[in-house]
């Protein structure tokens, strides 16, 4: 059964960096795509960026305007999220999810989801 677990959150200034991870469990993670997503209080959750199996081609959000950058290292099954000038409106839970195949979902949809990490972003 495929587990994710996110870590890296916190309280951090505008202007500031956050590196979040998530690590994964319970199947092959080379086979499986990945994406970061955050809910911020009292809104939907919202897809940031996906990486594909194997070879790691990134995708993102176009309002994440090249802040946030996805990577993953499969030989720690850990996918990254790198998060750079953040802005009170980044305040959020961010999660991670997978799914196994051949595509990259740019948006809702992926099968497994972590409980996610507290970001604030303090002004």
């Known amino acids: 059964q495929v587990q994710l677990v996110e870590s890296g959150g916190g309280l951090v200034q505008a202007g500031g960096s956050l590196r979040l991870s998530c690590a994964f469990s319970?199947?092959?993670?080379?086979?499986?795509?990945m994406a970061w997503f955050r809910q911020a209080p009292g809104k939907e959750d919202e897809w940031l960026a996906a990486?594909?199996?194997?070879?790691?081609?990134?995708y993102y959000a176009d309002f994440v305007e090249g802040r946030f950058t996805i990577s993953r290292d499969n030989a720690k099954n850990t996918v990254y999220l790198q998060m750079n000038s953040l802005k009170p409106e980044d305040t959020a839970v961010y999660h991670c999810?997978?799914?196994?195949?051949?595509?990259?979902?740019?948006?809702?949809?992926?099968?497994?989801w972590g409980q996610g990490t507290r970001v604030i972003v303090s002004s």
């Open positions: 999810a997978a799914e196994e195949g051949v595509g990259v979902r740019r948006g809702m949809g992926y099968p497994h």
């Open positions: 990486i594909s199996w194997g070879a790691g081609v990134a």
């Open positions: 319970g199947g092959t993670f080379s086979n499986y795509a």
